[in-house]
């Protein structure tokens, strides 16, 4: 890889980074006059989180670790 080139991959990247963020909230703006905020929600999340599965899966890490127990009721207060 060129010297020039290199050097300009970071601002790419966080340029793209922010154009992902950023596209994010138009994206549910337009969602939430079309569907209820709610089920945004949940697709939203259900999306993430099978996106998430498929590339743990594809890696070839587990989905689950061995002291997941021990995470469910934090993750389930910060959820309500």
Same mark, same amino acid.
């Given at each position: 890889m060129s010297e020039g080139r290199s050097r300009l991959l970071p601002y =790419?990247?966080?340029?793209?980074?922010g154009l992902i963020w950023g596209a994010s909230f138009l994206f549910i703006k337009l969602?939430?006059?079309?569907?209820n905020p709610t089920v945004?929600? =949940?697709i939203?999340?259900?999306?993430g989180a099978i996106a998430l599965a498929v590339i743990m899966r594809a890696m070839g890490r587990p989905l689950v670790g061995?002291?997941?127990k021990s995470r469910i009721a934090p993750f389930t207060f910060m959820a309500v």
């Open positions: =790419l990247a966080f340029a793209a980074l969602g939430v006059q079309a569907m945004l929600v =949940l939203r999340s259900g999306s061995p002291n997941w």
